[in-house]
């Protein structure tokens, strides 16, 4: 799924209306009525919960209901696409929990209207069905079947009362598009603008007339603390992908007054508040239940904080053929196994050769660990394996060798060298080189810390190792100290996996600012400096030289715990090993890496107890 910026939708929706002739108008209906269809889903699923006597278990139910974020199910958050998944049931499993949801899923799902599918309207028909047959064998006649627009029916709409808060723009519009709707499935409907409603113009002026016109009662926000008690739920149509800055007057107010109230916010296209490049939220910003996104995904929904003020994002289409990004260039992707497959090539299912052995699936040298930190070496070499590489080494000062006989039984040993108290030293890169000579991967940095002349021995080992390179923990301080951009160009590519605090080392700035515009700044820093980036935290993003940008949403905030980072950077390497290439290797990599710490989760009583090694034993 392709993720976007305000500036690439508005472009996309100006070709589809100028080259297309598709109205604008006709956009916004479909924007609001696929918000008013999700609102009555919504309704319909509390309904039922209701009826059958309390909340439905699980975090989607528990946030529709407007309970606190995470409440019930910790993995709330991830998303992982609606393809088939690779692997066997854990990553189903995991689709199952998505918090994304596109209009391909939305049309295989059941619905869960009052009167949706054909049983019900069958039934409704009140046809008597059985009749006796010759020899008095039951017949069933056929049956009649009608049945009429269930997502915009519910049998629960005398409960709800819905406020829909309207914007000056075309989210307004939106917004008021999606209350007749709802007023139309019978549920009681009413308008507050942020503004004078004659303030709105073009198609938004337009809705707010039919509005009027059907006789949707409406006011103007004059000030102070506006009363929501009255209300069931709250769609935030206040602003959208033309929001600049952080919300002013009555927009500001409303918004605060909407947190405040408790009630379920749904939002359309993207919370009010939040920039839907960055995923940066302004003060304030809702905090929705449901984000209700239009066409394609807002870049700032899958970064945090953004992330979290969304809640549950359902992306429906609203006429803009899908295939508009794909012909405008657009290369930013949420990362799924349709997009590790259709877009990145990778085969997901890891398929072997019946006839492969351990050197089909290459081997990778890990020079990592030192007296204090072997653990970090230790874990991305298993981890390596764990990835499918055939073979791995696993380098540590010489002094280091005797203790680790053994620490894993699959792994091989290597003298690198080093001091006679188990740290590293610049001529160390000289026995790294001669190992990693003929390997297909050099993963360095875990564990290394520093040592006198450490920017020489960085040196000499991108210069000299002929293999693609991957560059993680203290070799990436390392790095950010060095002018490595006058070094000698590598044609094997590199790799660099840094968490936000070594980003900000490497591209110089605070760490607040690298966390301010993730996806921006991994693409930015991958194409200026010729590396894959992995910019590792929560929805992790990767960003390869040629300007393509993934977001992954797998994994968890129990992988929070020291060596997590170590595993990545082995099955990345393992990956390369067998011949995946730098941007298929971080993207896969971090997507599995997600994967095995989700069912790492599922072993333990809480995800908080999962340590770097059940992610490689999850692998
Ligand atoms: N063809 C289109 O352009 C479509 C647009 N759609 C909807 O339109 C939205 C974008 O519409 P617009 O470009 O009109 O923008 P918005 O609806 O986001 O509104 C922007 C307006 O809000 C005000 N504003 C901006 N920043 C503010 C702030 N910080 N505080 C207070 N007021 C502020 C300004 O008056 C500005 O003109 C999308 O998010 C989507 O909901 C959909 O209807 C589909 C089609
Ligand atoms: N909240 C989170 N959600 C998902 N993944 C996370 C979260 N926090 C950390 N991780 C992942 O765990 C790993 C931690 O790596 P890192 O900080 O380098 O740890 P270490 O250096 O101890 O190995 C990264 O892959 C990161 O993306
Ligand atoms: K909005």
Not at 369 to 391: D, E, H, I, P, T
């Amino acid at each position: 799924m392709h993720l976007v910026t305000a500036e690439e939708m508005r472009r996309l929706d100006r070709i589809t209306i100028d080259r297309l002739g598709i109205p604008a108008a006709a956009l916004m209906k479909n924007a609001g009525r696929a918000i008013a269809e999700e609102i009555i889903a919504l309704c319909n699923r509390r309904g039922e919960a209701g009826t059958a006597g309390g909340p439905r278990q699980g975090g989607e139910a528990a946030r529709d209901n407007g309970a606190p974020r995470n409440a019930g199910a910790w993995a709330a958050g991830g998303a992982h696409g609606e393809a088939a998944a690779p692997g066997a049931g854990g990553t189903r499993r995991a689709a199952a929990r998505s918090g994304v949801r596109g209009d391909a899923a939305a049309g295989m799902a059941p619905r869960s209207g009052g009167n949706g599918g054909d049983g019900g309207d069958a039934g409704a028909a009140g046809i008597t069905p059985r009749s006796s047959g010759p020899g008095g064998a039951a017949v069933t006649p056929p049956k009649l079947v009608i049945s009429g627009d269930a997502a915009l029916m519910t049998e629960h709409a005398e409960s709800e009362h819905w406020l829909v808060l309207v914007g000056k723009g075309n989210n307004g519009g939106d917004g008021l598009v999606a209350a007749r709707y709802l007023r139309e499935a019978g549920i009681a409907v009413s308008l507050l603008y942020a503004v004078p409603p004659e303030s709105l113009t073009g198609e938004a002026a337009l809705q707010r007339d039919a509005a009027a016109a059907m006789g949707l009662p409406a006011a103007v926000h004059g000030g102070g603390g506006p009363d929501f008690a009255g209300y069931s739920g709250i769609l935030d149509a206040l602003l959208g992908t033309g929001a600049a800055g952080a919300p002013r007057g009555a927009y500001a107010e409303l918004i605060a007054a909407a947190n405040a109230s408790g009630k379920p916010v749904v939002s359309a296209d993207i919370p009010s508040g939040l920039d839907a490049d960055t995923g940066e939220t302004h003060e304030p910003c809702i905090q929705a239940s449901l984000t209700v996104c239009l066409a394609f995904l807002k870049r700032g929904l899958l970064q945090y904080p953004g992330a979290g003020a969304a809640g549950r994002i359902v992306v429906r289409s609203i006429g803009i053929p899908a295939g508009l990004a794909r012909e405008e260039g657009l290369s930013a992707y949420w990362l799924t196994p349709a997009v590790l497959e259709g877009v990145l090539g990778v085969d997901v299912s890891r398929r072997r050769a019946p006839d492969g052995h351990k050197g089909t699936y290459g081997h990778v040298l890990v020079a990592a660990g030192s007296l204090r930190m072997s653990g970090a070496g230790l874990l991305a070499a298993r981890a390596s394996l764990r990835a499918g590489c055939g073979l791995t080494t696993w380098a540590v000062p010489g002094k280091l060798l005797p203790l680790l006989v053994c620490a894993a039984p699959e792994l091989m040993l290597a003298d690198a060298g080093g001091e006679a108290d188990g740290t590293w030293n610049a001529s160390a890169a000289e026995e790294v080189l001669k190992l990693a000579d003929g390997r297909d991967v050099l993963a360095i940095g875990p564990g290394i810390g520093r040592f006198e002349d450490d920017k020489a021995w960085l040196k000499a080992i991108w210069e000299g190792a002929e293999c693609p390179l991957v560059v993680d923990a203290d070799a990436l301080n390392i790095l950010a100290e060095c002018d490595y951009g006058s070094w000698r160009q590598r044609r094997a590519p590199v790799i660099l996996t840094p968490h936000p605090g070594e980003m900000a080392r490497l591209a110089g700035v605070k760490t607040k600012e690298v966390q301010r515009d993730r996806t921006g700044l991994a693409l930015s820093f991958a194409r200026e400096r010729g590396v894959t980036l992995v910019l590792k935290g929560a929805h992790t993003v990767i960003a390869s030289p040629d300007g393509r940008v993934f977001v992954n949403t797998t994994g968890h905030p129990g992988m929070a715990t020291g060596g997590a980072g170590d595993c990545l950077t082995g099955i990345i390497a393992g990956l390369l090993a067998q011949g995946l290439d730098g941007a298929q290797a971080a993207a896969f990599g971090v997507y599995l890496h997600g994967l095995a710490g989700e069912r790492a989760a599922l072993l333990r009583d809480d995800p908080a107890s999962v340590i770097a090694s059940d992610i490689i034993e999850a692998l």
